[in-house]
């Protein structure tokens, strides 16, 4: 793929690698000052992660169906994550 469709899924891919760090420092940061906020903040940086690898592999999975079932696992993933952020605003951190 050539042009603009390729620009995107590189700037997609690059943020969900820049997310990788980010979401471990964020989780350290939780871990060791038991900080509700920074352990939410993790939670959106590794979905926004997810959801822009997303598009990367959809595009990789045109020209190689095997990717299909990888498509289809990080969708289940990042609708389960999804429910589950969304479910830890009801109850008390």
Request: aromatic share 10%.
């Amino acid at each position: 793929m050539t042009g603009k469709g390729s620009e995107v899924t590189l700037v997609l891919f690059v943020y969900f690698l820049v997310t990788v760090p980010v979401f471990l420092g964020l989780a350290l940061v939780a871990q060791l000052s038991r900080a509700a906020w920074a352990k939410r903040a993790g939670e959106v940086v590794l979905l926004t992660g997810v959801a822009a690898l997303i598009p990367v592999v959809l595009d990789r999975a045109l020209d190689r169906p095997v990717l299909w079932l990888f498509v289809a696992l990080l969708a289940v993933v990042l609708v389960f994550g999804v429910l589950m952020h969304v479910r830890s605003y009801r109850r008390p951190s």
